[in-house]
T-cell receptor, first 114, second 117 residues
Framework: GENVEQHPSTLSVQEGDSAVIKCTYS??????FPWYKQELGKGPQLIID?????GEKKDQRIAVTLNKTAKHFSLHITETQPEDSAVYFC?????????????FGKGTHLIIQP | GAVVSQHPSRVICKSGTSVKIECRSL??????MFWYRQFPKKSLMLMAT?????????EQGVEKDKFLINHASLTLSTLTVTSAHPEDSSFYIC?????????????FGPGTRLTVL
């Protein structure tokens, strides 16, 4: 089955700086890679996703890059703000009509220092 | 985005009792829903895939007789924790997948905190 590794486990950055979280996956059949933000006591919120037919996707201050050859993908948050503080999870799955659940990384606790 | 609700948000029960958790897709029909479990400060672990009108598919190591899943309609899936024990205490989260369009995108509910005394 799929195995997703996520680093770092904790990331502290100054407000306004950029944050980068990295993930690797093991199953070359995986073709869908979402990122979720989870605040304490709440369910995960989808913030951005990427499919294996593209190498980069951007949505305002958030971007995701995918390297299929190396089997790794990264989340980039620019101009960080205090409300970006949360736990971020990467995930992977192979879609295509099947009903596959997501395999999650272990999460990164992002702390934005004012 | 699509909205998924869960009920209850929090439940405390005695050991040996059963607890039912509901997951609803509010503004779309979901042929497939998923149930995850999350321990404190840990990641989400897939428990089972719930398919409307058919039996759920359980992940390895998840007891299907203990975690009963019913997906009776296109907007509702239920998870029943039977004969709950303290080790079943956890955060249970469901997700739903949009049918046909972007079939791989999952939207999560707010979660249910289960505490077994």
């Amino acid at each position: 089955g799929e195995n997703v590794e996520q680093h770092p486990s904790t990331l502290s950055v100054q407000e306004g700086d950029s944050a980068v979280i990295k993930c690797t996956y093991s199953d070359s059949a995986s073709n869908y890679f979402p990122w979720y933000k989870q605040e304490l006591g709440k369910g995960p919120q989808l913030i951005i996703d990427i499919r294996s037919n593209v190498g980069e996707k951007k949505d305002q201050r958030i971007a995701v890059t995918l390297n299929k050859t190396a089997k790794h993908f990264s989340l980039h948050i620019t101009e960080t703000q205090p409300e970006d503080s949360a736990v971020y999870f990467c995930a992977a799955t192979s879609s295509g009509g099947g009903a596959d659940g997501l395999t999650f990384g272990k999460g990164t606790h992002l702390i934005i220092q004012p | 985005g699509a909205v998924v609700s869960q009920h209850p948000s929090r439940v405390i029960c005695k050991s040996g009792t059963s607890v039912k958790i509901e997951c609803r897709s509010l503004d779309f029909q979901a042929t497939t829903m998923f149930w995850y479990r999350q321990f404190p400060k840990k990641s989400l672990m897939l428990m089972a895939t719930s398919n409307e009108g058919s039996k759920a598919t359980y992940e390895q190591g998840v007891e299907k007789d203990k975690f009963l899943i019913n997906h009776a309609s296109l907007t509702l899936s239920t998870l029943t924790v039977t004969s709950a024990h303290p080790e079943d205490s956890s955060f249970y989260i469901c997700s739903a997948r949009l049918p046909r369009v972007r079939t791989d995108t999952q939207y999560f509910g707010p979660g249910t905190r289960l505490t077994v005394l």
